[in-house]
């Protein structure tokens, strides 16, 4: 697009009386968009957003001809922009009258092609069309963001396709989620939904269907809006990740990528829905961090050229004084959605806000019936098939035959508990997989005289079973499975699920490098300022004892234990202070890096990170640097204190001397570093976050890279940077200052060695999970030594699930219950009868009954 262009949309804001922050949010796009169209740097495939602009500005058709007369490259047809203008500006007919030399419109997915209009000298008026919502119509994507959201639609598929076969729905086949229309409360009106022009009769809606039809059923809502409700365990996650594979796996797919995305620590006040996808996809997908020619990242072009579609998981996971929030911030824009919830935290919101999600339909999720159950139940206990002494049913077929007649309140209890598929799951693991298990006990109306009792007892028993009971499809070596004490497995995935509550993870989202918030913040300050303290003393011991074994004489005293202990301590000092501030910012928390460190990143077609980066990086190490600096100028200014080798005012001017020369060769040589280190960044491939473990393995890799370029670079770097500020200050100043290259050499390896390793293991998110997750919780009993081994086995054993980077819990209700055990007892106990526990790890007496 040609500079004119920009020239005429930015007298076109300014006739309007918008600024571009007011033009961004009406145009519901970036004000970076903005200053990308008016400076004539908007991309030939962001028609749509020119047309969305056009829009807000009230751009009348001579005046959009003009527009498009200056882009470069093909002009669109003024039939095209009238897919989105009328001849008023406003949203109306897309569809021009038919004439013979036209040619056939081209046939949108899910559509039937018919024959031609007749060719008539007068054509009938035409009847009134759908209203467009914004962001309906997608072009297709070209170039490089044709290729991101191709490979973001594989790694999708691939994804969730693992994750489903992982959750087991097809063994022995998936369990029948069926769905209906919710309550008409709770979805928009229908001629809103099907966006009729004013006077259309709306038609009914079809809202039944299954998991066979969830994508057929979404793609016949003209607004591509759907809420699904339904109570905890019904299947809603189920449902979520079968409709997104179905849109991937359609003949004609959808040209939006669907992306499953939990929200239930998303801050709508906070954070616009826009930010909280890019969010997701640069976590989720670190290759989709490399940037366009415009500066943007392509996750952030993927979302604001409306190529993809999210599937928001988890909305009655929110506070609930976020979730009116959050359905605004949703209802603020009319873009398609797809959201699942309970329905009675979804319908306390729509309460609140006075509207449901606008534009949206709405399904709730139905019971299973006694003849699913029948259907289900037998062919998952394989054992009593074997064996051939359980007959057709199992042990299911006197459960069964009770809940065929449910002529007890036992029965019709069990039988509203067994509805959803989450209890049908949990029941099967304990009673099908578990031998020796009758599931008649749950028709005991003396152990169980609610369905709240039951759905304890399948919660408190599932975790047990699982690691007492290995099923042949999920055991052996290739599992890398270990048995594991099923008391000591609970006890650990109770503090997991507590920490999850208290704020150390993001709701619901047990992320490997947040570990470190479930420490206190005056034990993370002080663990902090140890390891820095450690390293730098470690590392001044080591460059000592190397010059020692050697036999080098060097040119200034070598530093007794006392002045490398002050050194260290006051090392210990400094980094427990930058931890406070950063912890004062809310940036204690590490994330993960999402760049390998390329040592060959000058070979063609490795992106480069832009200066901006690097200018920000350098600033950063600036500061750092200057600060470790100081320390080692007031370290030897102590040390000498002590010692009382000169006198008072000798002490102030060496001190004073020593901090401004220290500072600013540690600081502009940790800049220089760090500023080095961006530069040889590159994102991370497509699969590098396809797990969390990968995303770890991927971390390790990095932080090791980055503590060895920074070691040599900071050695290398003191002595120039040295020779180059002492030589400035003695121009400047009247000071003699003395600068030998053995004492150079020396000091740098010390702050080579020492700061990169503290930085290393303090201030990235795979040091954070070294020292934490693999040290200091297994230390206090709080999780085991091999804690990714747990978390992998946990995953495989069906305890996890995997969303993404992240763990999760495989459903809220079993963490809540975890977390609830976790604070009533240090002593891990499972609930079986009223009055009556069992020890997790067999049949052993509860401290009651001893």
């Given at each position: 697009?040609?500079?004119?262009?920009?020239?005429?949309?930015?007298?076109?804001?300014?006739?309007?009386?918008?600024?571009?922050?007011?033009?961004?949010?009406?145009?519901?796009?970036?004000?970076?968009?903005?200053?990308?169209?008016?400076?004539?740097?908007?991309?030939?495939?962001?028609?749509?957003?020119?047309?969305?602009?056009?829009?807000?500005?009230?751009?009348?058709?001579?005046e959009?001809?003009?527009?498009?007369?200056?882009?470069?490259?093909?002009?669109?047809?003024?039939?095209?922009?009238?897919?989105?203008?009328?001849?008023a500006?406003?949203?109306?007919?897309?569809?021009?009258?038919?004439?013979?030399?036209?040619?056939?419109?081209?046939?949108?997915?899910?559509?039937q092609?018919?024959?031609?209009?007749?060719?008539?000298?007068?054509?009938?008026?035409?009847a009134?069309?759908p209203?467009?919502?914004?962001?309906?119509?997608?072009?297709?994507?070209?170039?490089?963001?044709?290729?991101?959201?191709?490979?973001?639609?594989?790694?999708?598929?691939?994804?969730?396709?693992?994750?489903?076969?992982?959750?087991?729905v097809?063994d022995?086949?998936?369990?029948?989620v069926?769905?209906?229309?919710?309550?008409?409360?709770?979805?928009?009106?229908?001629?809103?939904?099907?966006?009729?022009?004013?006077?259309?009769?709306?038609?009914?809606?079809?809202?039944?269907?299954?998991?066979?039809?969830?994508?057929?059923?979404?793609?016949?809502?003209?607004?591509?809006?759907?809420?699904?409700?339904?109570?905890?365990?019904?299947?809603?996650?189920?449902?979520?990740?079968?409709?997104?594979?179905?849109?991937?796996?359609?003949?004609?797919?959808?040209?939006?990528v669907?992306v499953?995305?939990?929200?239930?620590?998303?801050?709508?006040?906070?954070?616009?829905?826009?930010?909280?996808?890019?969010?997701?996809?640069?976590?989720?997908?670190?290759?989709?961090?490399?940037?366009?020619?415009?500066?943007?990242?392509?996750?952030?072009?993927l979302?604001?050229?409306?190529?993809?579609?999210?599937?928001?998981?988890?909305?009655?996971?929110?506070?609930?004084?976020?979730?009116?929030?959050?359905?605004?911030?949703?209802?603020?824009t009319?873009?398609?959605?797809?959201?699942?919830?309970?329905?009675?935290?979804?319908?306390?919101?729509?309460?609140?806000?006075?509207?449901?999600?606008?534009?949206a339909?709405c399904?709730e999720?139905?019971?299973?019936?006694?003849?699913?159950?029948?259907?289900?139940?037998?062919?998952?206990?394989?054992?009593?098939?074997?064996?051939?002494?359980?007959?057709?049913?199992?042990?299911?077929?006197?459960?069964?035959?009770?809940l065929?007649?449910?002529?007890?309140?036992?029965?019709?209890?069990?039988?509203?508990?067994?509805?959803?598929?989450?209890?049908?799951?949990?029941?099967?693991?304990?009673?099908?997989?578990?031998?020796?298990?009758?599931?008649?006990?749950?028709?005991?109306?003396?152990?169980?005289?609610?369905?709240?009792?039951?759905?304890?007892?399948?919660?408190?028993?599932?975790?047990?079973?699982?690691?007492?009971?290995?099923?042949?499809e999920?055991?052996?070596?290739?599992?890398?499975?270990?048995?594991?004490?099923?008391?000591?497995?609970?006890?650990?995935?109770?503090?997991?699920?507590?920490?999850?509550?208290?704020?150390?993870?993001?709701?619901?989202?047990?992320?490997?490098?947040?570990f470190?918030?479930?420490?206190?913040?005056?034990m993370?300050?002080?663990?902090?300022?140890?390891?820095?303290?450690?390293?730098?003393?470690a590392?001044?011991?080591?460059?000592?004892?190397?010059?020692?074994?050697?036999?080098?004489?060097?040119?200034?005293?070598?530093?007794?234990?006392?002045?490398?202990?002050?050194f260290?301590?006051?090392?210990?000092?400094?980094?427990?202070?930058?931890?406070?501030?950063?912890?004062?910012?809310?940036?204690?928390?590490a994330?993960p890096?999402?760049?390998?460190?390329?040592?060959?990143?000058?070979?063609?077609?490795?992106?480069?990170?832009?200066?901006?980066?690097?200018?920000?990086?350098?600033?950063?190490?600036?500061?750092?640097?200057?600060?470790?600096?100081?320390?080692?100028a007031?370290?030897?200014?102590?040390?000498?204190?002590?010692?009382?080798?000169?006198?008072h005012?000798?002490?102030?001017?060496?001190?004073?001397?020593?901090?401004?020369?220290?500072?600013?060769?540690?600081?502009?040589?940790?800049?220089?570093?760090?500023?080095?280190?961006?530069?040889?960044?590159?994102?991370?491939?497509?699969?590098?976050?396809?797990?969390?473990?990968?995303?770890?393995?991927?971390?390790?890799?990095?932080?090791?890279?980055?503590?060895?370029?920074?070691?040599?670079?900071?050695?290398?770097?003191?002595?120039?940077?040295?020779?180059?500020?002492?030589?400035?200050?003695?121009?400047?100043?009247?000071?003699?200052?003395?600068?030998p290259?053995?004492?150079?050499?020396?000091?740098?390896?010390?702050?080579?060695?020492?700061?990169?390793?503290?930085?290393?293991?303090?201030?990235?998110?795979?040091?954070?999970?070294?020292?934490?997750?693999?040290?200091?919780?297994?230390?206090?009993?709080?999780?085991?030594?091999?804690?990714?081994?747990?978390?992998?086995?946990?995953?495989?054993?069906?305890?996890?699930?995997?969303?993404?980077?992240?763990?999760?819990?495989?459903?809220i209700?079993?963490?809540?219950?975890?977390?609830?055990?976790?604070?009533?007892?240090?002593?891990?106990?499972?609930?079986?009868?009223?009055?009556?526990?069992?020890?997790?790890?067999?049949?052993?007496?509860s401290?009651?009954?001893?």
């Open positions: 697009m040609s500079n004119e262009l920009g020239t005429r949309m930015r007298h076109l804001r300014r006739r309007a009386g918008l600024t571009q922050e007011q033009l961004a949010e009406r145009a519901e796009v970036s004000v970076s968009t903005i200053g990308r169209l008016e400076n004539g740097r908007l991309p030939e495939h962001r028609l749509r957003t020119l047309q969305k602009v056009a829009e807000v500005l009230d751009v009348k058709p001579e959009w001809q003009r527009l498009t007369a200056t882009m470069d490259g093909p002009q669109p047809a003024l039939a095209d922009a009238a897919e989105v203008l009328t001849p500006g406003t949203r109306g007919d897309p569809t021009p009258a038919a004439r013979p030399e036209d040619p056939a419109p081209p046939v949108r997915p899910g559509t092609a018919g024959p031609p209009a007749p060719a008539a000298p007068t054509p009938a008026p035409a009134p069309a209203i467009p919502v914004p962001g309906t119509a997608v072009s297709s994507p070209v170039g490089p963001l044709a290729d991101a959201a191709a490979s973001l639609a594989r790694e999708v598929g691939r994804r969730w396709q693992r994750e489903e076969k992982h959750r087991r097809h022995p086949f998936p369990l029948p069926r769905y209906q229309p919710a309550p008409a409360a709770l979805m928009d009106r229908p001629e809103n939904i099907q966006r009729l022009q004013p006077g259309v009769p709306a038609r009914d809606l079809d809202l039944n269907g299954d998991l066979r039809t969830v994508a057929d059923t979404y793609r016949s809502i003209e607004s591509q809006r759907l809420v699904i409700l339904g109570r905890a365990g019904s299947g809603k996650s189920i449902l979520a990740i079968k409709f997104v594979l179905e849109l991937l796996a359609a003949p004609t797919p959808s040209l939006r669907p499953i995305l939990s929200i239930g620590s998303w801050d709508p006040l906070a954070i616009t829905p826009r930010d909280l996808l890019v969010d997701h996809l640069l976590r989720d997908h670190p290759h989709l961090a490399r940037t366009t020619p415009e500066g943007a990242t392509l996750a952030a072009e979302v604001d050229s409306d190529l993809i579609l999210p599937v928001l998981d988890g909305f009655d996971e929110l506070a609930e004084a976020l979730r009116g929030p959050a359905l605004e911030a949703l209802n603020a009319s873009h398609p959605v797809v959201l699942t919830s309970r329905q009675d935290e979804y319908a306390r919101a729509v309460r609140d806000v006075h509207a449901p999600l606008v534009l339909a399904v999720l139905a019971d299973l019936t006694v003849e699913d159950l029948a259907a289900y139940l037998p062919r998952t206990d394989r054992l009593g098939d074997s064996l051939g002494s359980r007959g057709a049913t199992g042990v299911w077929g006197a459960v069964l035959d009770e065929r007649v449910r002529d007890t309140p036992a029965s019709s209890r069990l039988g509203q508990v067994l509805g959803t598929p989450l209890m049908v799951t949990l029941a099967r693991t304990m009673y099908s997989e578990a031998p020796g298990n009758d599931p008649v006990e749950l028709l005991d109306p003396a152990s169980f005289p609610t369905g709240r009792h039951l759905e304890e007892h399948l919660l408190a028993n599932f975790v047990p079973t699982v690691y007492r009971h290995r099923t042949p999920r055991a052996g070596p290739a599992t890398g499975q270990r048995n594991r004490d099923p008391e000591q497995a609970e006890r650990w995935l109770g503090y997991l699920a507590h920490s999850l509550t208290t704020g150390a993870h993001e709701h619901g989202d047990l992320a490997w490098w947040r470190g918030a479930s420490v206190r913040l005056p993370r300050i002080l663990y902090t300022a140890l390891i820095g303290g450690l390293c730098m003393f590392a001044n011991w080591l460059v000592i004892l190397f010059t020692v074994s050697i036999g080098y004489r060097r040119s200034v005293q070598a530093p007794t234990m006392v002045e490398v202990t002050v260290g301590l006051c090392s210990a000092v400094v980094f427990g202070l930058v931890h406070g501030a950063l912890a004062a910012m809310g940036r204690t928390v994330v890096t999402q760049v390998r460190l390329r040592l060959a990143a000058v070979a063609p077609g490795v992106e480069h990170r832009p200066v901006r980066e690097i200018l920000t990086r350098f600033g950063a190490g600036l500061l750092g640097g200057s600060v470790l600096g100081v320390a080692h007031w370290s030897k200014a102590l040390f000498r204190a002590l010692a009382g080798t000169s006198p005012a000798d002490l102030i001017g060496a001190a004073i001397q020593d901090t401004l020369a220290a500072g600013l060769i540690f600081g502009l040589t940790a800049g220089l570093a760090f500023g080095l280190i961006a530069a040889f960044e590159a994102p991370v491939d497509i699969a590098a976050a396809a797990t969390p473990m990968r995303l770890l393995s991927v971390n390790r890799s990095t932080a090791t890279r980055q503590f060895l370029v920074l070691a040599a670079a900071v050695t290398v770097g003191v002595v120039i940077c040295g020779y180059v500020v002492v030589g400035l200050l003695q121009q400047v100043l009247p000071w003699t200052l003395l600068w290259l053995d004492a150079a050499l020396l000091l740098g390896a010390v702050g080579g060695l020492g700061g990169s390793a503290a930085y290393v293991l303090a201030l990235t998110a795979w040091g954070q999970w070294l020292t934490v997750a693999r040290f200091w919780l297994p230390l206090t009993r709080r999780l085991p030594w091999d804690t990714a081994a747990f978390l992998d086995d946990a995953y495989r054993r069906g305890v996890l699930r995997q969303a993404g980077a992240v763990y999760q819990f495989r459903h209700r079993l963490q809540q219950h975890l977390a609830r055990v976790h604070v009533s007892s240090g002593r891990v106990t499972r609930y079986v009868k009223p009055g009556r526990m069992r020890r997790a790890s067999g049949e052993r007496a401290p009651e009954g001893r």
